[in-house]
């Protein structure tokens, strides 16, 4: 399999056709590109399998800035445990977060505005939700650290977020895509920062195609305080409102 097989790869020159090694490969065996300070994987993680992502008719995007170092870990495990590409994906999304996410929508009403349950407490596979990222693969800088970066740095990842993810948030099959959920403040400032060759931002673009796009906390430990009062039921809905808006005095992304 290769890159091209589960992304358009409009990142680097060489990307579609990088090989994906098979189950049991280290993390260093699925970097398939370096620019400047950063190392990118063939690690895309998404709640479901890529052979189904193009029957997907989801209500709502929950999407990060890129996979990191837990990510990372988890997919080559779950990778090597069961042998499919597609299920190491899964496993990796979001990784122990998802009860956050959840949580976070539903108390700030947004699960209900959307017409969304959660009747499994998970992400995994779920019908109306697609999970994934700015920078679709896994990026790290050279040294392994995973601190938060900006794309708009890096023309690589630039690209991705342009070329790849502008298009799928507009695919014809996300005609019923109506929020997308933009996590932590790195992500946010991203997608209003990085610019389309119309000249709108990522973020205004998909607004022009009638999307809500909206920041939240990114569910991190960090923002433990954050998370917990956006899951709090009252406090969380009266600090956000559904055009999108967070209310600077209440909370603010992270």
Known sequence: MRLCDICPAPCFPAAGNFEIAPPGVAKDGLKFATERDRDFYAILLNNHPPQFRSTLRPKVAIVGLSPAANQIDEFVSAYLRSGD???????????????????????????????????????????????TSLVACATLDTSGSSDAFDPSRYGGATRCIIDRFVNEMLAPNFLGLRAILILGSDGWKSVNHVKLTSGQTVAEALRASGKLVIPMPHPSGQNGEYVALAADSGEGARAFRFDGAWDSEMMAPR
Not at 109 to 115: A, D, I, N, Q, Y
Request: proline letters at 4%.
């Open 85 to 131: 590409y597609g299920l190491a994906s899964v496993a990796g999304a979001f990784a122990g977060l998802a009860g956050s996410i959840i949580a976070m929508m539903q108390g700030l009403g947004l699960s209900e505005k959307l017409g969304i349950s959660f009747p499994s407490s998970t992400l995994a596979r779920h019908p109306d939700v697609y999970v």
